[in-house]
């Protein structure tokens, strides 16, 4: 019944093979332990909530531990720990993963499991009620009690409007406090499909080997044709300058943040994207930067100051700056010398040396991540979950080699800009 499924993808070990039920499989052979890192990636995130169910797809992620009739409430950790395995699970706008590093032998187990998690869970109010407090904690202590995760939600709603991306992942708490087990089967019922999946594996296996083990693990669940993802808003430019503050008693000391509205890999391509990667590493990334060497070590106005690029999105994504400013520096001295230096990039180029610095880094981080099995395993999920294709991941150190400063420039004029952007400062509660 599933001899027909058939390798799309294969280059330097890496194969990738649709199962007849839509499931998608990708296997990263790696022979130097007898181990595997198996994981589930499903394209279902944050950003495929219902309109005031934010937080679902989290919560759901921890209700998928409570339980089959097969494998009961709590025991799949268990039964992983047992077996000297280690795994646990992430959510992100895009998608849902569950992972399991094991002992090769282990591998049929961690399927088995996976795969009757699928299509079985099993919920109570007695799962629920508990589970929801977690998650209600989860968020008081990542984000209520911290005041520069309170700034960050109110810049990135001010970034994306009315797009998901707008939503924290954890959920408002608000809405958080009304899921129960109805919302979270529905939405279960939905997206946890074959179809809406990818099996990952990478460790000591052959992509034969892991072929029909999938076929006899996951091929007999039956796909659903609902498990697509609505359409999504449009994520519109900004069209002017945005500020937004954040004033807590709780902070020490002042903090700059700034986004730009940018594009992703998936939303532009792999060459735009890396781009703007490259863009963010020689604006902010370690003490070689322009931003910290023009703030920290020549005019002295910050004790720290780096900038990022998160590309890794369906929609578009972002550049981002962060500064904290030195004792007795005024927050508009220093926001003046950010946006002296994001004006001298933007006006005169990047030089030939930070090309090749940052394209020597980004090639030594490929390098090193490839040496981590799960690193390798959460690398081609991650783009999967994001519509990044098998062969594209591969070609990335090539497309790394290949970028040009015209095109790091041309993605500096096009994306740093004022009008795209908004600011923030987190202030303690005293200052004006």
């Known amino acids: 019944?599933?001899?027909?499924?058939?390798?799309?993808?294969?280059?330097?070990?890496?194969?990738?093979?649709?199962?007849?039920?839509?499931?998608?499989?990708?296997?990263?052979?790696?022979?130097?332990?007898?181990?595997?890192?198996?994981?589930?990636?499903?394209?279902?995130?944050?950003?495929?909530?219902?309109?005031?169910?934010?937080?679902?797809?989290?919560?759901?992620?921890?209700?998928?531990?409570?339980?089959?009739?097969?494998?009961?409430?709590?025991?799949?950790?268990?039964?992983?720990?047992?077996?000297?395995?280690?795994?646990?699970?992430?959510?992100?706008?895009?998608?849902?993963?569950?992972?399991?590093?094991?002992?090769?032998?282990?591998?049929?187990?961690?399927?088995?499991m996976e795969a009757d998690r699928m299509t079985n869970l099993k919920l109570s109010l007695e799962d629920i009620i508990p589970e929801r407090g977690v998650v209600l904690e989860e968020r008081r202590t990542r984000v209520e009690s911290q005041p520069l995760a309170l700034l960050g939600e109110k810049m990135t709603v001010a970034l994306y409007g009315e797009h998901p991306y707008g939503r924290p992942i954890i959920g408002w708490r608000d809405e958080i406090e009304t899921l129960d087990d109805g919302d979270a089967l529905q939405f279960y019922r939905r997206f946890y499909a074959p179809n809406n999946a990818?099996?990952?594996?990478?460790?000591?296996?052959?992509?034969?080997?892991?072929?029909?083990?999938?076929?006899?693990?996951?091929?007999?669940?039956?796909?659903?044709?609902?498990?697509?993802?609505?359409?999504?808003?449009?994520?519109?430019?900004?069209?002017?300058?945005?500020?937004?503050?954040?004033?807590?008693?709780?902070?020490?000391?002042?903090?700059?943040?700034?986004?730009?509205?940018?594009?992703?890999?998936?939303?532009?391509?792999?060459?735009?994207?890396t781009a703007i990667d490259m863009l963010a590493e020689i604006l902010g990334a370690g003490t070689t930067s322009r931003l910290y060497r023009a703030l920290v070590v020549e005019q002295k106005v910050a004790v720290s100051a780096g900038a990022w690029a998160t590309t890794d999105l369906l929609d578009r994504g972002r550049i981002g700056i962060y500064a904290i400013p030195r004792e007795g520096v005024k927050p508009e001295t220093l926001e003046a010398a950010i946006d002296a230096v994001v004006a001298e990039l933007v006006d005169k180029g990047v030089e030939d040396e930070e090309m090749e610095r940052v394209r020597r880094g980004y090639l030594a981080d490929l390098i090193y991540g490839w040496d981590d099995q799960q690193q390798q395993a959460y690398v081609f999920g991650a783009s999967w979950g994001s519509g990044i294709l098998p062969r594209d991941v591969l070609r990335w150190p090539e497309v790394v080699r290949s970028t040009t400063r015209a095109q790091v420039v041309s993605s500096a004029r096009e994306y740093l800009r004022a009008e795209n952007s908004v600011t923030g400062w987190l202030l303690p509660a005293s200052q004006p």
């Open 1 to 112: 019944m599933l001899e027909t499924a058939v390798p799309v993808q294969a280059q330097e070990g890496v194969e990738s093979f649709t199962l007849d039920n839509g499931m998608e499989v990708i296997v990263i052979p790696d022979h130097r332990a007898p181990v595997v890192t198996h994981m589930v990636w499903y394209r279902v995130g944050s950003a495929e909530e219902p309109a005031g169910k934010s937080g679902i797809a989290h919560f759901l992620e921890h209700l998928m531990f409570k339980g089959t009739e097969k494998v009961p409430g709590g025991e799949f950790s268990h039964i992983v720990a047992r077996n000297g395995g280690k795994g646990n699970a992430f959510t992100s706008y895009d998608y849902t993963a569950y992972f399991q590093r094991v002992a090769k032998e282990q591998l049929p187990l961690m399927m088995e």
């Open 198 to 273: 990818a099996l990952v594996v990478a460790g000591d296996i052959e992509p034969d080997e892991l072929l029909e083990l999938a076929k006899a693990y996951y091929g007999g669940i039956k796909p659903n044709k609902q498990a697509v993802r609505d359409k999504r808003p449009e994520i519109s430019e900004i069209g002017e300058p945005v500020r937004v503050a954040h004033e807590d008693e709780r902070a020490q000391q002042p903090v700059f943040q700034r986004l730009y509205l940018a594009q992703s890999y998936h939303s532009a391509g792999l060459e735009p994207a």
